[in-house]
């Protein structure tokens, strides 16, 4: 290893020992000045591609602001409108109450029990028809299997009409919003007439 470690002083010694041939000092001067020169080639280069790349990153960054922006107005705008398509469909059951309460409240006997009747039935049946379009169904499980996971059981009642367990009358009906529960079915349960 040590005669590895003398060769390259020999060799200094003999660059440094040049007896002032200026052909191999000239090229080597040259060569720090072009060696200068490539380098602050490649600095100003560098330094031209980072204000690129911060130019870059202050432009994605201001545009990942504007989407965050733009999403938190949609979302709210989707939680403040989000029953627009509902309550407009609702206005139109509204309407047929009103009128039918209009109706009752005339003082001329106008209106009787039976079109009274026959105009709550038509408002039910758009208002039936409304919540299905919305996805909301309504559960009336008489005669069904009792079911707790979408009934009540408010009591339970013998019956010999009935099979044991299953929903014998229905006190209040329930609704499920596309399929999940909204309220259960209050139920009467069939038991065994013993």
């Known amino acids: 290893m040590n005669g590895q470690a003398e ?13 002032g041939d200026d052909t191999e000092t000239g090229a080597a ?24 790349n911060w130019d870059r990153y202050l432009r994605a960054a201001a545009e990942l602001d504007n989407v965050r922006k733009r999403a938190a107005r949609d979302v709210e705008g989707a939680r403040k409108y989000a029953l627009e ?14 009128m039918g309460i209009d109706a009752a409240g005339k ?13 709550s039935v038509a408002t039910l049946k758009l208002l039936n028809q409304t919540l299905e379009r919305f996805g909301v169904e309504m559960l009336d499980p008489a005669g069904e299997p009792f079911d707790p996971e979408f009934h ?7 019956s010999a009409d009935a099979e044991p367990g299953s929903v ?12 999940r529960l909204l309220r259960p079915a209050r139920v009467v349960v069939a038991a065994d007439p013993a």
């Open 7 to 19: 060769r390259p002083e020999e060799q200094d010694d003999e660059i440094l020992t040049n007896d």
């Open 29 to 52: 001067g040259d060569a720090p000045d072009d060696a200068v020169s490539d380098v602050e080639a490649r600095l100003e280069a560098a330094e031209s591609k980072a204000a690129e």
């Open 85 to 98: 398509n509902f309550s407009r469909d609702l206005l139109a059951v509204c309407d047929s109450l009103q």
């Open 107 to 119: 003082s001329d006997d106008t209106a009787d029990a039976d079109a009274l009747l026959e105009g």
């Open 152 to 158: 009540e059981a408010m009591t339970m009642q013998p």
């Open 168 to 179: 014998l009358a229905v006190i209040q009906k329930g609704y499920t919003l596309n399929g």
